[in-house]
Structures are given as structure tokens and as C-alpha cells.
């Protein structure tokens, strides 16, 4: 699916997620020092553990900026505190909220490069999100003989020259969303998937270890978040309405 065109609208007060939504924040991550101290004093004491160990002061704003933003938001839907979150988890590093907050699941995924920041949000459902900041020095062919698929390569391969940068990293986002998804690291190797890369088809998974079945219980959606940039939303559902959302202090 493609979800470049995007309106990235402000969320007002009393803001729901229904069950067949799912929610997308956009973050600006270079935001100033009152607003990164009263984010940092949200976050628990492994995260601040963590953001002392950035060595980089630009780092470290930025975990805490993109920490304190999810906090805030999950507790937008839950009616909490963001400092009363707790997290768990899996064995793979995959986050999840500890139970407590209601019979239901509230599902997330956080992602984040440079200066931008993305988490998507929805109930009972795998979801990941991965952006990344286009860059010219990491895009090659060596580089996707080594993560992508036969499939990939050769549709790199067919992408005329001035659009091939942004087609590999238009494939590595998707690719990247669709393991976080499904938060098992790297037990599906990135080349026993194929995923769509060329700007004239749409996003999509086209086959799972050969499964093309499998393939179609997924939703994959392509972002253009900010220019310079490129990501993707991957979702095991087929029926679901994409809402967007700039992150903004309450």
C-alpha cells in the first residue's frame, strides 16, 4: 500500500484508537532541552541507565527524545502517567507493555534515524516500523547481494540508476518493518522473504520462504515521512485503516 502522500494531522484531546485503526506518529526528534528534561523524567531508571551510556550528547537527546515521545503517547490511549508504564521484554529485545492496562493489548513498534522519529500503535497485532535517512555512502549492490533476496537483487538490478538509491532503501525499510513485526530477530533471514521495491508497484510482501499464501495475511505500507527520508509499516492484517499523527506536547 502506498501512504506517501500523507496528511500529518495534530491529534486533539480525547484521541481513540478503534480496532480496525491503526496509528502512526511522526516525531521531530531535535527538539530543545526543556522538552528533552521533561521527557527524560518519564522514563525509567534502565532507560536512563541506557541513555547515559550514549557517548554522544546528540545521541543521547535523541534516545530520550524518541523514549519519552512513545511514553507519552501510549499513555494517551491507556489514561495513565507516562512515568507508570512498564515494559517487558521478549527474548529477542522486542518491547511490550506489562499487563495491567485493560483486557486488551495495546501494540507498538518505535523506530527512529537522525532527526526523525516514527511509532505506530494498535491493539493485538503484530506491528513493526522502520525509517531510515537516505544515504548515499551505505546504498550498494554488495551490500543487497548480502542481505536481500534473489529477487531483490535482480529488481534492483532492473531500477534505472538515478532511482536506485532510494529503491534499496525503499527494500531495506520493508524488509526491516517486516522482522520487527514480527519480533523474532533474525530467525527468517532477510533473503528467505521477498518484498516489492519499485516505485511503480505497490507495497507488498509477495513471499514468505516461497509461501505466497502466508504472504497475503501481511499489510505493508510504504512512507514517505519527510523528504530525504523513507519507511515503511508492516501489520499481520488486511483490513485496516492507517491514521497519521505529528507528535506535539499536550
Request: contains cysteine; positive net charge; hydrophobic residues 40%.
Amino acid at each position: 500500500m502506498d501512504s506517501s502522500g500523507i496528511d500529518w494531522k495534530t491529534p486533539t484531546t480525547g484521541l481513540k484508537l478503534a480496532q480496525d485503526e491503526i496509528h502512526l506518529w511522526r516525531i521531530s526528534l531535535g527538539m530543545g532541552s526543556l522538552s528533552i528534561e521533561r521527557l527524560r523524567r518519564s522514563l525509567s531508571k534502565d532507560e536512563l541507565e541506557r541513555s547515559d551510556n550514549f557517548k554522544f550528547q546528540k545521541g543521547r537527546r535523541r534516545y530520550i527524545a524518541a523514549r519519552g515521545c512513545l511514553r507519552d503517547i501510549l499513555a494517551r490511549y491507556l489514561g495513565v502517567a507516562p512515568s507508570q508504564l512498564r515494559f517487558k521484554y521478549n527474548s529477542y529485545g522486542k518491547p511490550e507493555l506489562v499487563s495491567g492496562y485493560g483486557q486488551e493489548a495495546l501494540t507498538f513498534n518505535l523506530s527512529h534515524s537522525h532527526e526523525l522519529g516514527l511509532i505506530a500503535v494498535t491493539w493485538d497485532r503484530l506491528v513493526g516500523v522502520d525509517v531510515e535517512r537516505i544515504r548515499p555512502n551505505v546504498a550498494g549492490e554488495k551490500l543487497a547481494r548480502r542481505f536481500f533476496s534473489k529477487r531483490e537483487v535482480a529488481d534492483l538490478q532492473s531500477v534505472p540508476d538515478g532511482l536506485r538509491e532510494r529503491a534499496f532503501f525503499t527494500c531495506w525499510t520493508r524488509k526491516e518493518a517486516f522482522i520487527k513485526a514480527r519480533g523474532q530477530g533474525l530467525s527468517l533471514p532477510l533473503d528467505q522473504f521477498d518484498v516489492t521495491l519499485n516505485q511503480q508497484e505497490p507495497a507488498a510482501i509477495f513471499a514468505i520462504q516461497g509461501d505466497m499464501a502466508e504472504a497475503k495475511k501481511w499489510s505493508l505500507f510504504h512512507l514517505d515521512p519527510e523528504p530525504g527520508y523513507v519507511a515503511a509499516l508492516a501489520i499481520n492484517d488486511r483490513h485496516l485503516s492507517l491514521h497519521c499523527w505529528q507528535w506535539a506536547e499536550a
